[in-house]
Every structure is written in structure tokens, then in C-alpha cells.
């Protein structure tokens, strides 16, 4: 039986609401992901996917038994920030200022993962902030980070403005980060060319629930039952799940309003 020590995330029921919101985020929401995990984390636009990686993260007050991570409270331990990067939104750093000086400033970084994740990146020491392009400006922001040697990287939408060979290079990278040191990676992206073989695992959330978490291998067998042709299992089955969800959303905003017309009418 696996317990609390064999995870690098778990969430117990965990449940969430911005303040002033209509209806929670989440509410009941349980799962977790052994270290070395790379998770895909899928869904439609606002079912929480970027809330869920900045709970995990600790960004965002929760209880402290809702979201552990490497067995610790994700919001009060900040001991969690030296070992959990949370990567996505915008990087608008944008001075006048070269990288090498930006690197200069950052010391206690061992320099030969530092030249390595530099190279990998395909970032220029001599770039000037002001003067780079918005998928330049997204290499900078995750070596800044990649640089720390960490233990959880949460990555929200980052790799939009990459071209294809930053984004496989910056893939290859983690998938050798997970399998040699157990670096456990909750990806969140709607582009999934390749990403088949880079994930171990799948979590697909639906509006406020867990629809699955499944080892790569089940979904891909899964979207390889969906119909379609032209797209990769994964890209099949995760858009038959999206066409499910928005149904029901329809039939359920349908029935809200035969409820209420009825009610105008008595």
C-alpha cells in the first residue's frame, strides 16, 4: 500500500474559490503523483488547470492538510520555494539590461548546470532584455530558473512561444531531470504534439471535478479506441473529453433556463 512518503504531490480533498466567485474551483479534489512523475495536466480553458499548478506551488492560502508537496504543506512550509519552480503568465522583464549581468547577480549557482541550461535554452549571455523577441524573453525566464537544482517544476503554458527545436530541447531536458534525479513535472499545455512520449502520466480535469489520472499508457490506449484520423491518440482522446465536458455544460445551462421559464410562468 503506498503512503503520504511515496509522493511528491498529493491533494486531500482539496477544495477552492477565488473570493467573490460564483462556484468553487474545485471541491472534493484528491490525486497524487509519485517523484519522478511527468504529468500532463490537460483540460478545457477555465477549468483551473493554472489555479491547480499555483495551489501546488503555494500561491494560494489553502489548508494546510489540502496540498502536500515532498510531504510538506505546499502554502505554509517555505522551505518548498528552494526546491518548486512555478513557471507560466507573463515575463515582462524587459530592462535594459544584458543576461550575464541579470547572472552575475544570482550567485550559489553551480556553473556547469548553469552553461548546460544556457546551452540547452540557446540563450545568448549578451541579449539585452529590452531588445529580445517574446519567445527569447520565455528562455530567460526558465533558466533562471532551470539553473536551481529543484525537486518540482510546474510548468503552465510556457512553451507557447518557443520555437519547435527550444521546445523539444527544453522537453529533453526535463525528461532527463525526472528519470536522473526524480525531479517530478506537472505540464499544463494545450499543445500536444509529442508530448505522448515525454509524459508518464495524464491528469485530465473536467469543470470542478478529476475526471482521471492515468499512467501515458492507459490514455494513449484509450484515445487510440476514440475515432478521428490525422491526430495523435492523446490529441483524439483528450478532444472527445472536452466535446463531453462542453455538453454537459450545455445541458445543464439548457435545464437551468427550462427551470427558470417554468418558474416565470406559475
Known sequence: MSTSADFA??????????????????????????????CLLLGAN?????????????????????????????FEDTRLAGEVAFLGGPFPFAADIRVAEILAGRPGVDPRRRARVLEILDVDPNWRMHQVSDG??????????????????LLDEVTAELDVLARADLLGFLREESA???????????????????????????????????PIAE??????????????????????????????????????????STRSLR
Open 9 to 38: 504531490i498529493e491533494a486531500r480533498e482539496l477544495a477552492f474559490s477565488y473570493p467573490g466567485a460564483a462556484a468553487p474551483i474545485f471541491s472534493g479534489l484528491s490525486f497524487a503523483l509519485p517523484a519522478g512523475a511527468r
Open 180 to 214: 536522473a534525479r526524480r525531479v517530478t513535472i506537472v505540464y499544463a499545455s494545450h499543445v500536444l504534439d509529442g508530448l505522448g512520449d515525454f509524459a508518464t502520466h495524464l491528469l485530465f480535469l473536467s469543470p470542478g471535478r478529476l475526471r482521471c489520472l492515468v
Open 46 to 74: 477555465g477549468v483551473g488547470k493554472s489555479t491547480l499548478l499555483r495551489l501546488i506551488g503555494g500561491r494560494h492560502m489553502i489548508a494546510r492538510e489540502m496540498v502536500r508537496v515532498l510531504g510538506r504543506p505546499a
Open 136 to 153: 527569447q524573453r520565455r528562455r530567460v525566464q526558465l533558466l533562471l530558473d532551470l539553473e536551481r537544482t529543484l525537486s518540482v517544476i
Open 219 to 260: 490514455a494513449l490506449e484509450l484515445g487510440a479506441a476514440q475515432p478521428g484520423a490525422g491526430a495523435s491518440p492523446l490529441h483524439r482522446l483528450c478532444e472527445q473529453w472536452m466535446r463531453d465536458d462542453r455538453a454537459a455544460a450545455r445541458g445543464a445551462r439548457l435545464g437551468e433556463s427550462s427551470g427558470e
